[in-house]
């Protein structure tokens, strides 16, 4: 009599649903049917949407789910998800998914279930913002901010004098990538020689900057905003935002010509079944991924309620919860357990910062992560333009893993890479 295999759904196409299927089928090439339900056709390769502003085409940083999928036996189900019955253990989908033998009326029933579907952006948190600034979340996005920056050097090029500003609010969990677009503007407006012509300032809630990853990276980014002439204004907590400046708690006011900002974020998809905190994120158990009272579904990058969003932590966040479930399937010990130890560059165009950094949840409202007590070597940071090398190659060979259906963190060329960054951190980073 054949033994029916356990049907694993994988929710999401991004960085934790994608490595989260892939690890699966190399640690079950046939133990598991493992379907990827995605409303996305594609991957998006989310961290180098920074470059678009400035001039890459958005095509470059996708590739198509079917690909790696088909390598790997993996079915994709191209569908948006609205609800899981934890209970019935069926996902309700939303009457899109096309022609898939295991999807009947519109729902899809799983054994075991991994939830990866990401954040969203909340700009209307944040009154005015919308109409009046740019926001950074969206491939979209990106080229109307490209559209605007061009329009921008033009008139600064006629002798336009221009303000631009930054602005982080409350509830942004992933500020990275605008700190990355304020060093990038510096760089592109010094090679077009009207960085004269254009002022850049920058504000952010946070009391330090990059504040979840410790003193260091502050210190390094205020002496980098010195260098490059960027006014930094940290605790400012916007009120609202209105035609050319913004208006902040403190009774301050900043003005503008072009507004940036990452907005609010919260689950892109509130799945009111399972455990979710005010903003929607999944409550899981930190080192597992399982969701909390529900030991067959794991949850895993964005969508759950670690504070830091950041693409390397749902890929560690992905292998982990993987592993454990995998290990369930096999009946054998898992050997992974998500460590949040983060690793980031931050991209500058001529030169690049690079900070590995050991978080612990502070239980702090305000200051929901910090560096880990007793972190010792595993706290590093430095910047060189070598690292700018390292942010490219990672550019390159992570897209490579994926497509050809393969694990970030495994097989020779991980290790490979794995060994440059130690040798690096250690050379370049203190």
């Given at each position: ?31 598991a ?17 920074i ?72 700009p ?24 605007s ?26 500020p ?17 020689h ?8 920058w ?48 009774g ?5 010509d ?81 460590d ?43 910047s ?25 963190h ?21």
């Amino acid at each position: 009599m054949k033994i029916a295999k356990p049907r694993i759904i994988v929710v999401g196409g991004g960085f934790g649903g994608l490595e989260a299927a892939l690890y699966m089928r190399m640690r079950m090439p046939e133990a598991a049917d493992i379907t990827m339900v995605s409303d996305q056709e594609h991957f998006l390769f989310k961290p180098n949407t920074i470059y678009i502003p400035f001039g890459l085409d958005p095509s470059r940083l996708k590739f198509h789910l079917s690909r790696p999928a088909k390598r790997k036996n993996i079915k994709l189900v191209q569908s948006l998800a609205r609800e899981i019955d934890p209970i019935t253990k069926q996902i309700y989908l939303d009457g899109q998914a096309g022609d898939h033998s295991d999807v009947h009326n519109n729902k899809i029933a799983y054994d075991y279930l991994v939830v990866a579907t990401g954040a969203g952006a909340r700009p209307e948190e944040v009154p005015g913002l919308q109409e009046f600034g740019h926001i950074v979340w969206t491939p979209e996005q990106m080229l109307d901010l490209h559209r605007s920056l061009h329009e921008l050097a033009e008139e600064a090029k006629a002798g336009t004098p221009k303000k631009v500003l930054f602005l982080v609010p409350p509830d942004n969990r992933s500020p990275g990538p605008l700190y990355e677009i304020a060093m990038l503007l510096d760089t592109w407006l010094r090679r077009k020689h009207i960085r004269s012509q254009v002022d850049i300032s920058w504000s952010t809630c946070e009391g330090a900057y990059l504040q979840g990853f410790g003193p260091r990276l502050h210190s390094l980014v205020a002496d980098e905003f010195t260098k490059r002439d960027i006014a930094g204004y940290t605790s400012y907590m916007v009120d609202r935002v209105q035609r050319g400046e913004v208006v902040y708690h403190n009774g301050e006011r900043l003005p503008f010509d072009l507004l940036l900002s990452l907005p609010p974020q919260g689950a892109s998809t509130r799945f009111e079944s399972l455990p979710v905190d005010k903003r929607g994120f999944i409550t899981t158990d930190i080192q597992t991924g399982q969701v909390e009272g529900y030991p067959d579904i794991y949850a895993v990058g964005d969508t759950v309620d670690f504070h830091v969003k950041q693409a390397y932590l749902a890929s560690l966040q992905a292998d982990a919860a993987a592993d454990h479930l995998s290990a369930r399937v096999l009946c054998t010990m898992p050997s992974v357990l998500f460590d949040p130890v983060t690793r980031y560059v931050i991209e500058g165009f001529g030169r690049a910062t690079f900070a590995q950094v050991p978080l612990e949840l502070t239980g702090k409202w305000d200051v929901p992560t910090d560096v880990r007590a007793g972190a010792g070597d595993l706290y590093r940071v430095g910047s060189s333009p070598i690292w700018r090398l390292g942010k490219l190659a990672l550019g390159v060979y992570l897209p490579w893993r994926f497509k050809a259906g393969n694990p970030f963190h495994s097989g020779v060329p991980w290790k490979g890479m794995e060994a440059g960054l130690k040798l690096m951190s250690g050379m370049l980073a203190k």
